[in-house]
């Protein structure tokens, strides 16, 4: 069975502060590992895609990471509209049929001005 | 455009009603998904449609009934709800089984 643990489960910065978030994994093969940013009362918004060890994506202040037990989302000086819980997924062989995501309880991010 | 859309947005019900919840994507993806979500909780898989057909059921009771009517199309058909089954469902599609699957923004379901 696939599991996803993030850490920490809340986190609060003040603008301008950088710092990490971690998702661990244990997966039977790793298909996709993927990121995503949720605002309150909405579908989570599509960040990043990993596929292997090494592999290094970015998008503004966001850059993720992936190693082959966890993955990084670091946030380099952060202002109050990257608020958000970021969520960490991954998507493992299953024997060849479709799979839905395996989702971390995410990190719920504040950004203080 | 990675636009996923959902009706209603937002769902009231008795425990004796049908109802049917709708999302559409025009992205031409051949994987969609249902998930269903409760407060500060993750999204949990529900269902999956890859290429028109059901793949995976997790194990969802018989109320909530899925259909692909086309590729572009998913429905979510409840009936008899529990309380318990209050949440934000949230579809999603993605262009292939196993790439990067894009969320609409949602319908908040809840049973009375």
């Known amino acids: 069975e696939d599991q996803v643990t993030q850490s920490p489960e809340a986190l609060r910065l003040q603008e301008g502060e950088s710092s990490s978030l971690n998702c661990s994994y244990t997966?039977?093969?790793?298909?996709?590992l993927f990121w995503y940013r949720q605002d309150p009362g909405k579908g989570p918004e599509f960040l990043f895609t990993?596929?292997?060890a090494g592999e290094e994506k970015e998008k503004e202040r966001l850059k993720a990471t992936l190693t082959k037990k966890e993955s990084f989302l670091h946030i380099t000086a952060p202002k109050p509209e990257d608020s958000a819980t970021y969520l960490c997924?991954?998507?493992?062989?299953?024997?060849?049929?479709?799979?839905?995501?395996?989702f971390g309880k995410g990190t719920h991010l504040i950004i203080q001005p | 455009d990675t636009e996923v859309t959902q009706t209603p947005k937002h769902l009231v019900m008795g425990m004796t009603n049908k109802k049917s919840l709708k999302c559409e994507q025009h992205?031409?993806?051949?994987?969609m998904y249902w998930y269903k979500q409760k407060a500060k909780k993750p999204p949990e898989l529900m269902f999956v449609?890859?290429?028109?057909?059901?793949?995976i059921n997790e194990s969802v009771p018989s109320r909530f009934s899925p259909e692909c009517p086309n590729s572009s199309l998913l429905n979510l058909h409840l009936h008899a709800l529990q309380p318990e089954d209050s949440a934000l469902y949230l579809c999603?599609?993605?262009?292939?089984?196993?790439?990067?699957?894009?969320f609409g923004p949602g319908t908040r379901l809840t049973v009375t």
């Open positions: 990993l596929y292997s």
């Open positions: 997924a991954v998507q493992g062989y299953s024997g060849g049929g479709a799979d839905g995501l395996t």
């Open positions: 992205m031409g993806h051949r994987a």
């Open positions: 449609y890859s290429y028109e057909k059901l793949s």
């Open positions: 997966v039977s093969g790793l298909r996709g």
């Open positions: 999603a599609s993605s262009q292939d089984p196993f790439l990067e699957q894009y």
